[in-house]
């Protein structure tokens, strides 16, 4: 299996930057699509950004896309969503999963999951 780890939230203005990891552990990594979702108070969990086996495929939840981008590292076994132009729509707590599917697929194909980094974002 494959256990997830998820960092760098915090606060920041709206209009600025925020990178967070998700370092995992497990001799399988580089076999898991990465995925990226959020889920803020009283709002359910939903689709930020994916990344493939290779790293090459990507895909975006329109709320996100051109302002995030999601990248990993298989060598360090890290995955990274870096937020740039961030909006108070985007304060959430953060979750990193992994899924065994070439292309991530649906949320309830995410197999693994951290336990979340805050992200807060003033106005």
């Known amino acids: 299996q494959v256990q997830l780890v998820e960092s760098g939230g915090g606060l920041v203005q709206a209009g600025g930057s925020l990178t967070l990891s998700c370092a995992a552990s497990g001799r399988t990594f580089s076999s898991y699509a990465m995925g990226w979702f959020r889920q803020a108070p009283g709002k359910e969990r939903e689709f930020v950004a994916v990344?493939?086996?290779?790293?090459?495929?990507?895909r975006y939840a329109d709320s996100v896309k051109g302002r995030f981008t999601i990248s990993r590292d298989n060598a360090k076994r890290t995955v990274y969503l870096q937020m740039n132009s961030l909006k108070p729509e985007d304060a959430a707590v953060y979750y990193c999963a992994a899924s065994s599917k070439l292309w991530g697929g649906e949320e309830s194909d995410f197999e693994h999951w951290g336990q979340g980094t805050q992200v807060t974002v003033s106005s």
């Open positions: 990344i493939g086996w290779s790293g090459s495929f990507t």
